[in-house]
């Protein structure tokens, strides 16, 4: 069975740092890409970030380019987003997902990850 835990949410003033954790378990991370999801209160959850170890590729929403890095320590099955300069438009609940097709690449779209995390609360206050 397949299982994620985020952490490392919590409450920060705008331009700080928060490195959110997703710890995989029932899964090889070499087998599948890992994306970071977010969802503000009234919108819909969008793909902030996503790795393939595989393929050695990852993706960032614009918005977060320059700010935010993933990336990830397999011998602790573990996938980070490091995330700088915090904004207050960065508050939201934070997930992550796997993908098991994600072996030649990553893709930010919620449909192809099938297993989920129950998120971590990020609020960033100005």
């Known amino acids: 069975e397949v299982q994620l835990v985020e952490s490392g949410g919590g409450l920060v003033q705008a331009g700080g740092s928060l490195r959110l954790s997703c710890v995989a378990s029932g899964i090889t991370l070499d087998d599948y890409a890992i994306g970071w999801f977010r969802q503000a209160p009234g919108k819909e959850r969008e793909g902030v970030s996503c790795?393939?170890?595989?393929?050695?590729?990852?993706y960032y929403e614009d918005s977060v380019k320059g700010r935010f890095t993933i990336s990830s320590d397999n011998t602790k099955s573990t996938v980070y987003l490091q995330m700088n300069s915090l904004k207050p438009e960065d508050t939201a609940v934070y997930y992550c997902?796997?993908?098991?097709?994600?072996?030649?690449?990553?893709?930010?779209?919620?449909?192809?990850?099938?297993?989920w995390g129950q998120g971590t609360q990020v609020t960033v206050s100005s």
């Open positions: 997902a796997a993908d098991n097709r994600g072996r030649y690449g990553c893709l930010a779209h919620e449909q192809v990850y099938t297993s």
């Open positions: 790795v393939s170890i595989s393929a050695s590729s990852t």
